[in-house]
């Protein structure tokens, strides 16, 4: 299928690469990375122009890789400096070279032309930088469905009730309408749940017994990284909007990486304004987290399965789907220009 | 592949719906089947028209399925009931009903448009309303098959000398003729092995010791259900062809569901008018017949990956095709009205 | 895919054949084998012209093959002669008859027509007649991977730095140029590398210390056998290039049977005019064999699996590719000789 090339991926936590030759697949592109001597992540198509060997199967020799079939070497820009038993070394033995980015323990590569990486679009949050937040990364959750469907699921408030009940829903919230801004650059759908019983999550973060107010607000930053704001507060401050930081706050963020068709990896973090610097609190969230997002893997894996059947009409759309209808109509556009 | 919709499918056995959700493939349809409070069955799509999640991954509310993802709810004739957020209801908003019914503890399911279901062409044999008659259930034995070529299996009697050799054949039939009747609705093969040594089955099953004389008819009701009518009697007897009744006489029952173009379910069951109310003898005949459907199931599963391979010739067709080639036909009328 | 046909490929060594039917699968044909009561071997077509059943799933009786499902019975020349049920026999109920021949423990099948079968092209070397050599049977090496891709890298020297440093190579090879002749029917590539240290099979099977000559010669008779003629002296002799005899000499044998596009086996046996008669050195021979090709496998499936992602530009060509390039260029030819 087609992607959206020029854009940022994740392509993992910075604690997954070191000086040893990491096969990744995004975007059906098959890319070999490794850590070089200067602690920079450096990526490169992982398949040697001559026999198609993946250079992953080869040999890091300083910051250069040497093919495991002929020994045709690679230096870590891409360019072929070796080729043994023979002195010229075509124009055309080289290797695509991929812009890469790390921040925040976070690896990015940029999966168009390197030359085209934008600075500025690698995803931040001022969150990150302030010392009255925790950050923690999660998990790599592997998701047997196409990411469009991972990343709709992202910016859909309305699943919560029936796919969380017990974690981050509950039966309060099933008819309480989603607002949608569609308008601006990131898409945001949110609701708040006003004077209801705490879910489960804040049941155990927060330690609210009465009634609270709930939000749960969806950002999605095209193509594919989410960033979920979700919180409680007493419901008798009757906490405005814009003041969400007086509450409990939590945000999930989401970094999908489409890997084929049918196959998305989401890592999974999280940011909070509570228990900081508590790393227990931080484990037993995930634990929660794992739970809710394990839901939402089986639903997304059935669906991909359904979806291979024969179809014989088209799905219907609902009031509900409008953060996810303009998110599949944008990035239509963003892979097929032409036709926007 | 095509397949013939206006007809009776057996879905399973009574005993495999309760009132939880239970979803099957039949004629590459999903659908999701419960057992209501009524103690009926009711058989619905398995897709939620919104965002195609099987319905089966949902939850019963009463006799209604609420969606897994977002709660849409259908009622057990397929209305949809309810979209929590909204107040209207698309009239998209439905999945497809089938007709079912259940007779003799099976449940039966009508997979064209559950108005043109036939009640009369529900299967049906007079022995199972005669108390001189004694009918178990056996298994539900799955193929890696075509359907057509389990069906076509199930109307010859050439067969079984060679696949059964120790339980439902022997040597002594391998060259006896067969006979075919094709004029009505219902194919018909047979043949009579007189003046023989009882098969295994009738060793064990009738007590015999001296020669017999056995009958197999194989009787094809179309699309999908078999009756085998086997049987022996003393040899010196010299029974008649219309007086089976008077020796040990057993129907073996198959009710094919086809899954997809290679995977067919054969739920096969049997009824006797020996040993009535013995379920010893019961289970020793499940025994039996499951030794010699897994000799079916080997050769029919080796068939089907034989086919797959490229072919360069025709098969040839044989005196004994009779049967399996009129059915083939058959069906291709069926299937194809407008060529027959 | 489109093969070769008329050639001899390997079937198996003659310790894989007895009096029992076994299925084969070459050039994407099932062929049914088994050794006849004259102690030869015959091979059929392996599916029954009626309802497609492999024959090997039937039963040898004498050297007739009794089909598992109706009987037809067919001799070994692949007629039909019988028919249970019926007196005359279809013209059309015959299966292809293949040639095979048996040599030095080896079965060769001619893959196309059997009147077509040219015996002086069975592969044959006249070490194998010679009391001062040794010969001495590997195994079946099964590889997910072209045939063509594996025949290429047996006329190859280049490889053997990289992919056997510990066992065929060493790094002082790894510049040594590689000298090809494609002019004969035989495709032939070789290097010597002079006064150099013992490659580690050298170390163990020569008893070398002090530098040696080292020799690969890769001849690849098409379609599908390789000899590797490789060896060592002491350097101070400075052997003759047609001298080879007197160093230690070993012939590792290739018989590459195409299973299909994606599957080939690798039956390898040695030869060698050292350590003759010792059985001993033949197994350890076979150890460290099997790690230098298991470092092939490992090398040529995962070429295989990246050439089925999708690709933008074509391989690169470099002047290691003579040999290779050349094969394909020939095999083109056989299969298609109009292109030729």
Redesign the interface.
Request: hydrophobic share 40%; proline share 12%.
């Given at each position: 299928m087609s992607y959206v090339r020029n854009a940022w991926y994740v392509a993992g936590w910075s604690s997954e690469f070191d000086a040893s030759l990491k096969r990744v697949v995004i975007l059906?592109q098959?890319i070999v990375m490794y850590r070089k001597a200067d602690g920079t992540v450096a990526a490169l198509e992982d398949?040697c122009?001559?026999?198609?060997?993946?250079l992953s199967?080869g040999k890091l020799i300083g910051d250069d890789i040497?093919?495991?079939?002929?020994?045709?070497t690679f230096n870590c820009e891409g360019k072929c400096v070796r080729?043994?038993?023979?002195d010229n070394i075509?124009a055309?033995?080289f290797v695509t070279n991929y812009a890469v980015r790390e921040k925040h323990d976070i690896v990015f590569i940029w999966m168009g032309d390197a030359d085209d990486a934008v600075e500025d679009d690698i995803f931040d949050l001022p969150q990150f930088h302030s010392d009255q937040w925790h950050a923690h990364q999660g998990d790599a959750l592997h998701l047997k469905a196409n990411y469009l469907?991972v990343a709709e699921n992202l910016v859909d408030p309305?699943?919560v009730?029936?796919?969380h009940p017990t974690t981050l829903g509950n039966a309060a919230s099933?008819?309480?309408?989603?607002h949608v801004d569609t308008e601006g650059e990131v898409l945001v759908a949110w609701r708040w749940i006003r004077d209801a019983p705490p879910i489960g999550f804040f049941q155990k973060f927060g330690g609210f017994k009465g009634n609270v107010d709930r939000w749960h607000y969806y950002y999605l930053h095209l193509p594919c990284t989410a960033v979920i704001d979700f919180g409680s507060a007493d419901a008798d401050r009757n906490l405005a909007e814009e003041s969400r930081d007086e509450g409990v706050r939590i945000f999930a963020l989401h970094f999908l990486t489409p890997v084929n068709e049918h196959y998305t990896i989401d890592r999974w973090m999280h940011l909070r304004n509570a228990a900081v610097g508590d790393e227990d609190a931080s484990i037993q969230m995930d634990k929660l987290f794992r739970v809710a997002f394990n839901e939402d893997k089986?639903?997304l894996e059935?669906?991909d399965e359904?979806?291979q059947?024969?179809?014989t009409?088209k799905?219907?759309?609902?009031?509900?789907d409008k953060g996810p209808t303009v998110y599949r109509r944008r990035i239509d556009a963003m892979v097929n220009p032409d036709y926007s």
């Open positions: 059906e098959a398949q122009p001559h026999r198609l060997l993946p199967k040497q093919c495991g079939y002929h020994g045709m080729v043994p038993g023979q075509p055309s033995a469907n309305a699943h009730s029936f796919v099933e008819n309480v309408p989603v089986e639903i059935a669906i359904q979806e059947m024969v179809q009409r799905p219907i759309r609902l009031a509900i």
